[in-house]
């Protein structure tokens, strides 16, 4: 799947929620289903700078597609990175670098986050890029 087509499919899933409370539901549901890092990639170089609370993210190219896995200390903020983890790992890293993150807007979550969330996720989709760029250049 490309990457817009899976941004379609999470705005579709996020519509089918009336409220918020619901939605960050969904959120925490998706957090539990995040690929979880290694344990040995839980370390200070894989953290998330910018972000209130405790984001591990890692990388690796595996036929010339980024794999990220990651977690987090707090519940939100796993449901977060999984959102993002779900559009951007197993795509080249070019496709990351292009890709345009209109969807977060669509289903609203920027605006139901508060000011350091909305601060880290833009942290994370900023980190997920970063590596994306290292690898399109390795790939060259």
Known sequence: MSI??????????FSMFDDWEER??????LGKDLPLIDDQYK??????K???SKVWVHAELK???VCFTADS???ITKGIIAIL????SNQKPKDIIEANTDFIEKIGLKEHLSPTRANGLVSMIKQLKMYAIAYQTQLK
């Open 4 to 13: 817009t087509d899976i941004q379609d499919e999470i705005i579709e899933e």
């Open 24 to 29: 960050y539901q969904y959120m925490i549901d």
């Open 43 to 48: 370390t200070d170089s894989n953290i998330i």
């Open 50 to 52: 910018g972000c209130q």
């Open 63 to 65: 036929d010339d597609k």
């Open 73 to 75: 200390d707090a519940i």
């Open 85 to 88: 983890i779900r559009v951007f």
